[in-house]
């Protein structure tokens, strides 16, 4: 079975490790090309936009795909909303593999804002020093507010011509630890985190080591993102998959 993964996550590493690992599949992992040196994978990956909807479902015609499953990142809303149009105009299923978000607890002061403009802008006026836990994409938001002194974590430097005056860049890849994110924060002397809601283990310890600490998360809110069958997981991803062979009650 001819099955297209759309990635750039953790779920989606551990699926194409399932996948690779079960004869039944010859799988495809799709990556955006957001970092230059992504993780080996154990299947054959393809890196770049596919050109739209359009580009999308000539792909899988072209590939002969039997199925699709969008491992996307809770925040990559255009590519699934490609995924879910290119899936009904090939005829082919569609599969998503949907990360629960992080709840707030008890001690977590959140304020949640639905844009990166929005969470610059409620960083207020008065100058703070400010952890940036976002992808490169999103700091030019903060040029807007060049009153704060940014540190800001990403796997790779930003190019972008718009940042922040006083913008330092950590470069690293998680997972991380409380203890070593508590330890940061304190060093670098944070007054406030401005995070996604991203769920999951790997970067879920900023929010811990925030609560130990006592501050304050500017929270940007996840976007809507249109799925297909909702799968809570890569193991429940391959078992679905199967029930989407040829010849099976599904797949017919
Ligand atoms: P997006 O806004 O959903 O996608 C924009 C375009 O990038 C898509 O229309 C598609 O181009 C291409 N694309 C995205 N994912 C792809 C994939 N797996 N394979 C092939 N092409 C893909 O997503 P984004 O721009 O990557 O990121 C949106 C937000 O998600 C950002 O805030 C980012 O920090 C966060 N995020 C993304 C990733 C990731 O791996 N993409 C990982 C972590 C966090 P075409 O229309 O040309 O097909």
């Not at 607890?105 to 802008?121: F, G, K, M, N, Q």
């Amino acid at each position: 079975m001819r099955v297209l993964v759309l990635g750039g996550t953790t779920e989606a590493s551990a699926l194409a490790t399932l996948l690779a690992g079960d004869p039944h599949f010859d799988a495809t992992l799709s990556l955006a090309g957001r970092t230059s040196s992504p993780r080996p994978q154990p299947l054959a990956i393809r890196v770049g936009g596919f050109g739209g909807v359009e580009g999308l479902a000539q792909w899988l015609r072209n590939e002969k795909a039997d199925a699709v499953i969008d491992a996307t990142h809770p925040y990559a809303a255009q590519m699934s909303a490609n995924a879910v149009a290119a899936c009904a105009q090939a005829g082919l299923p569609l599969g998503s593999i949907v990360r629960p978000p992080w709840r707030r607890l008890e001690d977590d002061s959140w304020r949640i804002v639905p844009t990166a403009e929005a969470a610059a802008a409620a960083l207020g006026k008065t100058p703070l020093r400010v952890f940036l836990s976002l992808g490169r994409q999103d700091l030019h938001a903060f040029a807007a507010a060049p009153q704060h002194r940014y540190v800001a974590r990403t796997i790779e430097v930003p190019e972008q011509a718009a940042l922040p005056p006083t913008l330092k860049i950590l470069q690293a890849r998680g997972p991380f630890d409380r203890d070593s994110e508590a330890r940061l924060l304190a060093k670098e002397e944070i007054d406030i985190i401005v995070s996604k809601n991203s769920g999951g283990t790997a970067t879920y310890a900023k929010i811990e080591a925030a609560r130990e600490l006592d501050l304050p998360v500017i929270m940007i809110a996840r976007p809507d993102k249109p799925t297909g069958h909702v799968l809570g997981s890569p193991t429940e991803a391959v078992a679905w998959l199967h029930g989407c062979a040829p010849g099976s009650r599904r797949g017919v």
